[in-house]
């Protein structure tokens, strides 16, 4: 029988001597949005509660994550400590218990001078304190199961099985397929392990078809449930090949922070941010930089079809020997925690981005391997030709001009894997202007098609949101503006690249009418991305040219973005009398005006002047008039251009143009919410759009929340927008009923069942 432990906690800051009721998952300190000591969270804390028990059963306590050493006493004694933030622990506090209630503490150290991964040296993320994930207590009575490792074939069902408090016993077992049995047996267990089997063909579990089981393992009435999924998955030289199929990974990687509670986030948080990544930004991977994270981030992506790529706790800096012996405890507990979720195809084993340590990475892998055969494992480095003691040569590339070529990072016979690029390169806002946006969406576009080009395995961008750093690191304000989203997950341009590649109809303009918004008033290119087989192009209501893919000097990537070079059509011919030929050319002159400006013109073009001049006794000045009236809008009024995508039978439309209308947006993930086992949280996006729907990404308005009823609001109450967008959290207090947030004017309606 399981036990929630999530509720009723007295929680001690260390500060004073007053307690105060907290509920998990919790941060030990709720942070500003930006600019902010870093400090602010490192401190020692205590917890306390209880729990019921009764003598002559077996109590195991487990943890999910505490941030970052927990030492734990039952009844005044000690129970056992743990020293990593990102993965759980149990302990067997059985000989602790006495009838009745049970007096629980937890004394929590957030400090960053630990020893122990991953601190040491500075860390380009803030690291937060408290126990910020679940906890819950198991009562057996007898022998039970500990640990079950499933290594299922397509069609025939395998799983070791680990009892404990062995005694001779009868293990019967379950597998199910959404709620149907498929499979079952029993076998009598004469040992501490046990392996059970039977031939079953199994469904594949795959990135487009995430097929998962469901297990449960019976000793008596102690069941153990867990979920698995069948399928292959490999890395090699030629690519990576998943049930024998070859598949780009095409992924981001991801903090597990968020503002104001950074690590303390509840199941449906967890889960959402995977529905966003597969959903939204149509990812087919994710790396969980630089930890292991939520065991419900980890499901979900094997319900969605998600392949993880995970990895030990670190960042750059490797330690003494207490130091070393703790990131090996780090690799066999990552391992033993996640090995059966399906959507898992990498162990990460080396620290992130550290120097070559022989002696280190020879014992991480080995533990790796000897735990779980199926898998391989990989190793995030900035180094080229760095020493491969794993399975997968996994490299940060940050080169600024897309994919740097293989052979000058490893061995040709090497699988390949870009763990990250950009990020750091090319830190991008959501207020930044135009050609910053366009830019970084650019640099996505470029590494994204030289890795369709290669025979590498794929690559993982950096990454898929913003996050709180240190000071040494991010924009002084305490924010890394590294990722395709903001902290509250609203995409930015760059964000569309990985979402025109989804089966959902989709289209984002990469440009703007306001040319005031560009240096000299230079637009240069303009594009769209889309996963539309072509749009078309109107301005001002008329109709100027269809556009496909292979308009795009991308050439590899699945939908890269359209460039748009024409916004005249045929105008020039029908409006100005102009022959289609010199029509043609002069078009040609005035994109390359846009593209360059007057001044900065390239020879080629100015040929093309010449010979225009030449040939149709134009003047200089009727040619800039021309650019004038077509091109720019200086001293005239702008014309809407509007972008029709045609997916299948659908349209989808959008339009750039002076705004005359704004209008405030509150979207929230979701409005029913559930008390289980915690409470719930919901996302509530802000955004500031104009008649067309586009986010106005220059608005500095200050946005107020406020709440009544039945939820309570996570973060400031009032919060400027930044980029025209924002957001905000609600959460349940632990009643039902109706709740209420006001963001300005608008009301948002919550249920909380």
């Known amino acids: 029988m399981r036990v929630y432990l999530n509720d009723n906690w007295t929680y001690f800051d260390g500060q004073n ?45 487990t943890f999910e994550g505490v ?69 819950y207590l198991d009562e057996y009575e007898g022998c039970y199961v500990s640990d079950v490792f499933v290594t299922a074939a397509h069609n025939r069902f395998s799983a070791q099985v680990t009892l404990a408090d062995f005694a001779p016993c009868k293990v019967c077992w379950q597998v199910s397929l959404g709620g149907e049995r498929v499979a079952e047996g029993s076998v009598l267990a004469q040992s501490a392990c046990v392996d059970i089997s039977h031939d079953v063909n199994f469904r594949l579990w795959d990135v487009n078809n995430p097929v998962v089981y469901d297990l449960a393992v019976c000793v008596g009435n102690n069941v153990y449930e867990t979920t698995f999924g069948v399928r292959t998955a490999r890395f090699t030289d030629k690519g990576f090949f998943l049930n024998g199929k070859k598949v780009k990974i095409v992924g981001l990687n991801r903090h597990q922070s968020y503002p104001y509670v950074g690590y303390a986030m509840p199941e449906s948080m967890q889960r959402l941010d995977a529905q966003i990544l597969k959903n939204k930004l149509c990812v087919n991977a994710v790396r969980t930089s630089h930890y292991p994270q939520s065991k419900y981030f980890l499901d979900e992506c094997d319900r969605l079809g998600l392949l993880v790529f995970t990895e030990i706790p670190g960042w750059q800096h490797i330690g003494d020997d207490e130091w070393r012996k703790k990131a090996v405890q780090n690799v066999k507990d990552m391992v033993l925690q996640y090995r059966n979720h399906p959507s898992v195809v990498l162990w990460g084993v080396r620290i992130n981005e550290s120097q070559d340590c022989d002696e280190l990475y ?19 480095r900035y180094l080229q030709r760095s020493r491969l003691l794993e399975d997968v040569y996994t490299y940060n590339d940050f080169n600024r001009n897309g994919a740097t070529d293989k052979k000058f990072v490893c061995d040709k016979r090497a699988p390949y894997l870009i763990s990250e690029y950009n990020g750091h390169m090319f830190p991008t806002k ?32 950096w990454c898929f949101a913003d996050y709180n750093t240190h000071k040494d690191f991010g924009s002084g304000d305490r924010i890394c503006y590294h990722g395709v989203t903001d902290m509250f997950r609203n995409p930015k341009m760059a964000a569309g690249v990985f979402s025109a590649m989804g089966k959902q109809p989709f289209l984002q303009l990469c440009f703007t009418s306001d040319i005031g918004d560009y240096p000299e008033g230079v637009v240069g290119d303009m594009y769209c991305l889309t ?48 022959s289609p030929g010199y029509a043609k050319l002069i078009k040609r002159v005035l994109a390359d005006i846009r593209r360059y400006g007057a001044n900065f013109l390239p020879l080629k073009s100015k040929l093309k002047i010449l010979r225009i001049m030449a040939g149709t006794k134009m003047s200089l000045a009727q040619l800039t008039n021309l650019y004038g009236k077509y091109e720019s809008n200086w001293g005239s009024e702008a014309g809407a251009v509007t972008v029709k995508a045609f997916v299948g039978e659908q349209v989808v439309q959008q339009t750039t143009g002076a705004a005359h209308r704004w209008t405030l947006e509150a979207s929230p993930s979701k409005t029913v919410l559930q008390e289980t086992s915690t409470y719930d949280v919901a996302a509530v996006s ?68």
């Open 17 to 61: 001597g007053e307690g105060k009721y907290v509920r998990l998952p919790h941060s030990n300190v709720q942070t500003p949005f930006n600019c902010f000591d870093e400090s602010v969270y490192q401190f020692e804390s205590r917890y306390e509660n209880s729990f019921h028990a009764q003598k002559g059963k077996t109590y195991l306590l």
């Open 67 to 135: 941030a970052h050493r927990a030492e734990v006493y039952v009844n005044g004694s000690f129970a056992g400590s743990h020293d990593c933030g990102y993965t759980a622990f149990t302990l067997d506090v059985t000989p602790l218990v006495v009838n009745g209630e049970n007096k629980l503490v937890v004394k929590v150290d957030s400090r960053e001078t630990l020893n122990q991964p991953p601190f040491g040296f500075v860390i380009d993320y803030l690291t937060y304190g408290g126990i910020y994930r679940e906890a």
């Open 362 to 380: 020879t014992q991480t892998n080995e533990v790796a391997h000897s735990l779980d055969p199926t898998r391989q494992t990989g190793g995030v």
């Open 430 to 461: 959501s207020y930044d202007d135009f050609p910053h946006r366009r830019q970084h969406m650019l640099r996505y576009a470029k590494m994204l098609d030289d890795v369709f080009a290669a025979d590498t395995c794929g690559a993982f961008g």
């Open 531 to 578: 996963n539309a087989e072509y749009v078309e192009v109107y301005k001002g209501g008329v109709f100027i040219k269809r556009y496909t893919h292979k308009d795009s000097p991308f050439r590899h990537l699945p939908c890269p973005p359209i460039l748009i070079d024409d916004l005249i059509g045929n105008r020039l011919t029908e409006e100005e009398g102009i």
């Open 686 to 753: 802000v955004a500031l759009k104009d008649e067309y729907g586009n986010v106005c990404p220059y608005a500095c308005r200050a946005v107020t929340f406020r709440t009544e009823g039945v939820i309570e609001l996570v973060g400031q109450s009032t919060l400027p927008l930044y980029g025209g967008v924002g957001g905000t959290y609600v959460k349940t207090t632990g009643k039902k009923g109706e709740g209420t947030l006001y963001v300005n004017d608008i009301a948002i309606k919550f249920t909380v069942r």
